[in-house]
Every structure is written in structure tokens, then in C-alpha cells.
T-cell receptor, first 114, second 111 residues
Framework: DAMVIQNPRYQVTQFGKPVTLSCSQTLNHNVMYWYQQKSSQAPKLLFHYYDKDFNNEADTPDNFQSRRPNTSFCFLDIRSPGLGDAAMYLC?????????????FGAGTRLSVL | RKEVEQDPGPFNVPEGATVAFNCTYSNSASQSFFWYRQDCRKEPKLLMSVYSSGNEDGRFTAQLNRASQYISLLIRDSKLSDSATYLCVVIANTGGFKTIFGAGTRLFVKA
């Protein structure tokens, strides 16, 4: 059973047209992450939530925003997608306890920008 | 210098071969270490955590050398299904916990 679910799996948007990607989890983990991964590159952390506390990476463009309305859901908003934003977007979660640093990933949303 | 560096490969090995990957990290405050596996166009999945004492899971052995700041992954008796990209992940405490992925090492196991 999928524990970290991302929707949609594939998203096509137009240059400059806002798009929202969603992530939900059934693990009740308190930390949720958004990564951007381009072909043959490492996943790049955009930001993460520790409960409701938002932590932005210093080099994440302002074009990327996030919302976490409750424990289970987290959204990635791209306000004005550019061609360079075409990538796989991965959501991950991690919990507390002995395995607190282990991250569990969703299947990703592949974003195309036309 | 990248914070986490891996040989990108690809490593092309025959079935049954033993293959080893190394990963170096620059932050001496790094605390947790993992190997993830990522299949083509799929999400990363945890392969194993890496402990100071070293750990083994079936055909896979991971080791950590804090003095030299590298971790390794050894795969014995390679299977076709081991073909994937192996990502080294380091978590450093830099005033807050920071997760850093290596770019991955690609492995192709051939019949």
C-alpha cells in the first residue's frame, strides 16, 4: 500500500501558468519534504516542514512555494513555471524515533513545461 | 567541492560479480548515512542505513569511515535486478539537520 502519494503522476503546464502538485501521507510523519530532481542529477531539496514550521533552502527560487494545511497533506505551488522547472518533483516524509532520519518517498510528479 | 561526491559510473558488471561504490562527504558534522536505490524514472527507495560498526543485509554490505569521511557499499553476487542508480545520502547537523544526496552511481548488471 502506498504510504506517500503524489498527484498527479504527470503534469503538463504552459510557460508561466501556475501549477500545484500535491502530496499526502498515511504514515503520520511530522516532517515532509519537497525535492526537485532533473535527469542524472541528485534530488535537490527545495524546502521542508517540521510539523507546521516551514524551512526554505537558501537557494530555492521565490517561484516555488509550499503549503501544509494539516499533517497528511503538503502542496508545492509553482507560481510561474519556466522551461527550466521541468523536472521530477519528489515528496518525502520522515518521522521521529530511532528511524527519524529515514525518508520515504512518493512516486513523484513529472512536470513538463510547454 | 561538492558536499557529497560519488563516482557517477556507469559500472558495467557481469552477473555474479562483486562491485563496490564509494561516497565521500565534506561535512565532519555529518551524523547519519544511508544508501538509497533509484530505478529509472522511479522514486528513491531506502536500501540500507550505514552504521559506524558496518552492517550487512544479504548480499549488501555498507561501511562507514568517519576518519576519512567516506562510506561504501559492496554488492556481492550481482543480479540483473541490481541494475539501478545508487544514491549516497548524508545528514549533517548544521544548526538544523540538512539532508544531502549524492548524484548517484549507475550500475548495469549484464547477463
Amino acid at each position: 500500500d502506498a504510504m506517500v502519494i503524489q498527484n498527479p503522476r504527470y503534469q503538463v503546464t504552459q510557460f508561466g501558468k501556475p501549477v500545484t502538485l500535491s502530496c499526502s501521507q498515511t504514515l503520520n510523519h511530522n516532517v515532509m519534504y519537497w525535492y526537485q530532481q532533473k535527469s542524472s542529477q541528485a534530488p535537490k531539496l527545495l524546502f521542508h516542514y517540521y510539523d507546521k514550521d516551514f524551512n526554505n533552502e537558501a537557494d530555492t527560487p521565490d517561484n516555488f512555494q509550499s503549503r501544509r494545511p494539516n499533517t497528511s497533506f503538503c502542496f508545492l505551488d509553482i507560481r510561474s513555471p519556466g522551461l527550466g522547472d521541468a523536472a521530477m518533483y519528489l515528496c518525502a516524509t520522515s518521522g521521529t524515533g530511532g528511524n527519524k532520519n529515514i525518508q520515504y518517498f512518493g512516486a513523484g510528479t513529472r512536470l513538463s513545461v510547454l | 567541492r561538492k558536499e557529497v561526491e560519488q563516482d557517477p559510473g556507469p559500472f558495467n558488471v557481469p552477473e555474479g560479480a562483486t562491485v563496490a561504490f564509494n561516497c565521500t562527504y565534506s561535512n565532519s558534522a555529518s551524523q547519519s548515512f544511508f544508501w538509497y536505490r533509484q530505478d529509472c524514472r522511479k522514486e528513491p527507495k531506502l536500501l540500507m542505513s550505514v552504521y559506524s560498526s558496518g552492517n550487512e543485509d544479504g548480499r549488501f554490505t555498507a561501511q562507514l569511515n568517519r576518519a576519512s569521511q567516506y562510506i561504501s557499499l559492496l554488492i556481492r553476487d550481482s543480479k540483473l535486478s541490481d541494475s539501478a542508480t545508487y544514491l549516497c545520502v548524508v545528514i549533517a547537523n548544521t544548526g538544523g539537520f540538512k539532508t544531502i544526496f549524492g548524484a548517484g552511481t549507475r550500475l548495469f548488471v549484464k547477463a
